[in-house]
Nanobody
Framework: QVQLVESGGGLVQSGGFLRLFCSVS????????VAWFRQAPESDREGVAA????????QYADSVKGRFTISLDSPKNEVYLQMDSLKPEDTAMYYCAARPIFYAGSYFDHHKYIYWGQGTQVTVSS
């Protein structure tokens, strides 16, 4: 069974940084897209960054471009989200998710993702 486990969240001041980790087990990574989503209270789930198993066509939400970096460490079966220049509006629960690469549609359509982690909280104070 595929498992995704996030870690690395926490409390940080505005302008600070955090690195999120997503451990991916039992997943044929080259055939999947792994993405980070976030959801703040009373808000819709938002796609933040996505990386296919080939590491081509990496995508970022406009709100995080230039500040966040997604990367894949294949030998360690981990996906990272480096978050720099954090803002209070980045505060949310962050989730790692995976879907087959051959699914049509946007990498940020959370309905297409079939595997999810439990989430890790990121809080940015002003």
């Amino acid at each position: 069974q595929v498992q995704l486990v996030e870690s690395g969240g926490g409390l940080v001041q505005s302008g600070g940084f955090l690195r999120l980790f997503c451990s991916v087990s039992r997943l044929a990574r080259r055939n999947f897209v792994v993405a980070w989503f976030r959801q703040a209270p009373e808000s819709d789930r938002e796609g933040v960054a996505a990386i296919p198993g080939t590491s081509e066509e990496i995508q970022y939400a406009d709100s995080v471009k230039g500040r966040f970096t997604i990367s894949l460490d294949s030998p360690k079966n981990e996906v990272y989200l480096q978050m720099d220049s954090l803002k209070p509006e980045d505060t949310a629960m962050y989730y790692c998710a995976a879907r087959p690469i051959f699914y049509a549609g946007s990498y940020f359509d959370h309905h297409k993702y079939i595997y999810w982690g439990q989430g890790t909280q990121v809080t940015v104070s002003s």
